[in-house]
């Protein structure tokens, strides 16, 4: 048995024993008792309540810029959610498509990295060091992708081309990428809450944007082959969606960060794209690339740039 192997197993393992754990505590016992309507009116009022909590805290103690911020990543890792609603009715998309999209959320994500992360995140380091921004900046990158490298050599999981094709039948390798998009979602929620801690909302929303552009094409990467193995389509659409709410962690740690330590501003946002720019090299362009579909991807990589472009200046 290998490392990757026994390191799945022992993840599966702890989920399952908290699965049986939370189904066999009294109030989930209680809760499962009630009419169905009385349990889902119960379940969306804990939920509101939650809701109200967590963002009234964040509100007295941080003040509206973290609130927005910690929203807008929400937002954004729901988009994974809204990508994977096409298997509601469709078992397969084309190669073609799937790669032009992918292709247009790397686009996405290029241009956001480059204009609503590197080029503030110089602005800030040379206000802070005058004329040592781009460095400040650049040791930021390089600690972002490190810690991606370093986070794809201790977690197991498996890359977008290995579980993409139609023809897949491994559940493991499935839930394996899956573990690898919830790592990468992760700096991709935090790269937005940074945004947003700069105080420039124009940047945090025009991040919030990109990332869940490129979200939607990722949970359709998710969902697709849950469905191929049999799983019902509603909760492959759950389970795709769950992948994406791990950006509102990372986005209220960036925020709230860079807020309350203002110097580490550029070297986080740094970071964030750094992180940023290692998904798009590890993961997202060698699968547009794959069984020679590369020339649909490359001009759609264009589109999707040029509009991120576009829709920077606009709301400039």
């Known amino acids: ?8 197993a022992k993840l599966q393992s702890a989920f399952e024993a908290q699965v049986t754990r939370l189904k066999s505590s009294e109030q989930y ?21 939650s809701q109200l909590i967590v963002f009234g805290g964040l509100y007295l103690i941080f003040g ?3 609130v927005i911020g910690f929203f807008a990543s929400i937002l954004a890792g729901l988009a994974t ?30 241009a ?25 900046v650049s040791v930021g990158m390089l600690i972002g992708a490190l810690f991606l490298h370093y986070a794809d050599r201790q ?12 023809q897949i039948n491994s559940l493991r390798k499935v839930w394996l990428f899956i573990i690898a998009i919830t790592i990468h979602n992760f700096p991709e929620g935090m ?24 979200n939607i094409p990722e949970g359709l990467a998710v969902a697709l082959p849950l469905v191929g193995l049999g799983y019902n389509r509603w909760r492959a659409v759950g389970i795709a969606l769950a992948t994406g709410l791990v950006e509102p962690v990372g986005g209220l740690l960036g925020v709230t960060m860079v807020t309350l330590f203002q ?33 649909y991807a490359t001009f759609s990589l264009m589109i999707g740039f040029i509009v991120m472009m576009i829709l920077d200046n606009a709301l400039g």
């Open 1 to 8: 048995m290998t490392a990757l192997t026994k390191n799945f």
């Open 29 to 49: 016992v209680t809760l499962m008792a009630l009419p169905p309507l009385q349990r889902w009116l119960r379940i969306a009022g804990l939920f509101l309540l």
């Open 64 to 66: 509206k810029l973290v």
């Open 81 to 110: 959610g809204l990508g994977a609603l096409p298997v509601i009715y469709f078992r397969n998309i084309s190669d073609k498509l799937f790669s032009s999209m992918l292709g247009a959320a790397a686009g996405v994500m290029l």
């Open 112 to 136: 956001a990295t480059a204009f609503s992360l590197l080029v503030p995140g110089m602005a800030f380091g040379n206000v802070l060091w005058p004329g040592e921004g781009i460095y400040v």
């Open 155 to 166: 977690l197991p999981h498996v890359h977008f081309d290995a579980v993409v094709d139609t």
């Open 191 to 214: 790269s937005v809450g940074v945004s947003f801690g700069s105080g420039e909302m124009k940047n945090g929303l025009v991040l919030a944007i990109a990332i869940a552009l490129q």
């Open 263 to 295: 110097p580490i501003l550029p070297i986080a946002m740094g970071f964030a794209a750094g992180a940023m720019l290692f998904v798009i090299s590890e993961e997202i362009i060698p699968e547009t690339h794959a069984k020679g579909r590369s020339r």
